[in-house]
């Protein structure tokens, strides 16, 4: 059976057919978001800032942007997308430095905790030969007090609530690979830090949630394992899927752009489009006025 990630089926249930394209057809696409781009960026800074602590070498916080901006420059390419028409790219490559420095003040001399992983590679059982995961694991710490933290760098743009953060899919199913390492630990903890705001998010989880996990991600596994079709899924993340030419409800757009307003207003794949979210509002209104009816009736 397939060796699946935490990612590859978070791309399975927010679109089969991205799914589809990527990991079945595999299709590869050099479109990256700026966003992603960026949050790499201070992602490979921050493991060089560990791997050297490793080694008793503690970089400078200028050592470490000078390393951040010469990655950038580096890997930088022209697929790389800014979606936002008021922003640039020199704007998000200040943001990720202002990212790095906000971490080293807060964190600095990092000797707060024994670091054990940086960027592991893991592999893990669900429960049986059949149902395995891998995944990366950005940091693995542990405290004066033998507590385990996990730790992952998340450079979005919103902080989340604790709430989201407790019901977090990720790390959970990282603590597991953790526990398969370290079978004596009891005490594990989940570490967010949300970078652009200079701040952490903690959640723990039990041994009957984490069995739970491991039930929905076989079925998740045996759903896909057994699909037969990779319907769209449109929705907002559509707005940074590489993707489009290939996707009967976005590849009209490709073939319109750049088209005449009069001339666009005209190509079947925008009327059907067009239509089809007319229909849709109608529906919604229908099913607002059944419900009306409905407590009239009661």
Partial sequence: MTL???????TYETCPLQYKLQHIDNIKTEEEGVEAFMGTRVHETLEKLYKDLILSKMNTVDELIDYYNAKWKEKWHDEVFINRDDMTEEDY???GERAIRDYYATYHPFD????????????FSLGDED????????????????????????????????EKMDADRQLALYQIA??????????????????????EMRSRRTKKQLEELKKEYIEAIDEIEAAEEFPPNESALCDWCGYWEYCPAKKHLIKIDGMPEK???KEKGYVLVDRYVELKEQVS????????????LM
């Avoid at 953790?178 to 949300?194: I, K």
Wanted: charged share 35%.
């Fill in 112 to 123: 707060h905790n024994k670091t054990l992983w940086t960027e592991k590679r893991v592999v």
């Fill in 4 to 10: 699946y990630s935490y990612s590859r089926i978070s």
């Fill in 285 to 296: 209104q229908l099913g607002e006025e059944i419900e009306d009816v409905k407590e009239q």
């Fill in 263 to 265: 001339e666009r207003k």
């Fill in 131 to 162: 149902h395995k995961l891998r995944g990366v694991i950005d940091r693995l710490d542990k405290t004066p007090e033998g507590v385990l933290e996990i730790h992952d760098y998340k450079a979005s743009g919103r902080m989340p609530t604790q």
């Fill in 178 to 199: 953790v526990l398969e390492a370290y079978p004596d630990t009891e005490n594990v903890e989940l570490v967010w830090h949300y970078v652009l705001f200079d701040q």
């Fill in 93 to 95: 490559r200040k943001t």
